[in-house]
């Protein structure tokens, strides 16, 4: 199903998805995230930016991962 005309291979989906997986994961152990625009956001101080910022990064791996087993390794 990989279109012959698409300028990423689909190993590159899983890539993106194991990296945006790995920093939820190191995020949420640590307490602070990587927010918009360069800034940090920490878990003590605005909990649910936090959250948030944090299960985008979880989503964002989810999607990609998705796409990959979709596109066929």
């Known amino acids: 199903m990989h279109d012959a005309n698409s300028q990423l291979p689909p190993s590159s989906l899983l890539i993106l998805g194991v990296i945006s997986f790995s920093a939820a994961v190191v995020w949420t152990c640590i307490g602070k995230a990587r927010a918009r ?22 989503l964002g791996a989810l999607l990609f991962v998705g796409l990959y087993l979709y596109e066929g390794p």
């Open 37 to 58: 625009f360069g800034g940090w956001v920490y878990r003590a101080q605005e909990p649910t930016m936090f959250w948030l910022v944090v299960a985008t990064y979880y």
